[in-house]
């Protein structure tokens, strides 16, 4: 059914609550404190029970918009009436009835114990995060894959993975994973990049393997490489591994052909943050390998 949807501001919460519960009461569970849901996301969001599904906790207007807009899988769709005010959001709300599994109404107090953000605009729902394999790579003549190795801060992985779809890379692998990839800083800071990129969980050996198999001239970012990240054509099929925050890249890259780039430091800085490193070699590897950059010219 087509509703004509308006800005519920002036509207008092019982007024509301008789609008959108006359829309969609029967899709609509009102859930407590102790609902099995409400405890469901909040071990979600503290990473205190397995997740063997792969769930994600996104909250407001626009990471629900970059859900829908990438055709991700929903659980649970969760709204709080009292702060539903936009009319986006009420086109939101609008869709997901019918693409959640399950939704719920909650009460303002039980809302502010789930959600992390002052600006939920009353939205949140649980997704499945969509996870690739190898199988699911489209081999060609030229590709970049992308390896985080070991990396431990939530927001720079998913730093990179907004630009790894800036560069249109053909996947991250994670190896050595050592933070939750449904962690509200990541989802929050890949700005839905978490959704577009294809994303496969591995190990080093399970890695190396493939790539080898599949011909990837292997280049690792090391700060003592001799080579300049600028220097090398990254022609046909390329793997790079960026290394963690804290230890570099892990042993097992280094007793496999590979070779070694750096940024160069012209202050006293010794090294980038890798979300940064990343970045800057993403854009010169990418171009490079679809022939839009070439430094002989």
């Known amino acids: 059914m087509s509703y004509e949807f308006e800005d519920l501001s002036k509207y008092t919460l019982p007024d509301k609550e008789a609008i959108i519960m006359g829309r969609y009461k029967k899709d609509l569970l009102f859930a407590g404190k102790q609902h099995a849901v409400i405890k469901r996301i909040i071990s979600l969001n503290n990473n205190s029970k397995p997740n063997p599904e792969k769930l994600a906790v996104i909250e407001g207007i626009w990471a629900l918009s970059m ?22 959001a009420q086109k939101l709300i609008d869709q997901y009835v019918e693409k959640a599994e399950k939704c719920f109404v909650v009460s303002k107090k039980v809302f502010e114990t789930i959600t992390e953000k002052g600006n939920s605009h009353g939205l949140l729902a649980v997704c499945y995060l969509p996870m690739s394999s190898f199988e699911n790579v489209e081999l060609r003549d030229k590709n970049i894959v992308l390896i985080l190795d070991g990396l431990e801060i939530p927001g720079n992985i998913g730093t990179i993975l907004r630009s790894a779809d800036a560069t249109n890379v053909d996947a991250v692998i994670i190896n050595n994973r050592k933070t939750r990839l449904n962690h509200p800083k990541l989802i929050r800071s890949s700005m839905g990049s978490c959704f577009s990129v294809p994303v496969i969980e591995s190990n080093a050996e399970e890695t190396i393997e493939w790539l080898k198999q599949n011909n990837f001239e292997i280049i690792l970012t090391d700060t003592r490489a001799a080579s300049q990240y600028y220097e090398l054509p990254y022609k046909n099929r390329v793997a790079i591994v960026m290394g963690s925050e804290k230890y570099g890249v892990s042993e097992d890259w280094y007793n496999t052909p590979y070779t070694g780039v750096s940024i160069p430091m012209l202050g006293n800085c010794d090294s980038l943050n890798v979300g940064i490193a ?14 839009k950059l070439d430094r002989n010219i």
């Open 67 to 88: 859900a829908m807009q990438y055709n991700i899988k929903i659980k649970y769709l969760v709204i709080c009436i009292e702060d539903i005010i936009a009319i986006e």
């Open 278 to 291: 990343a970045t800057i070699i993403l854009y010169e590897a990418t171009l490079k390998n679809s022939g």
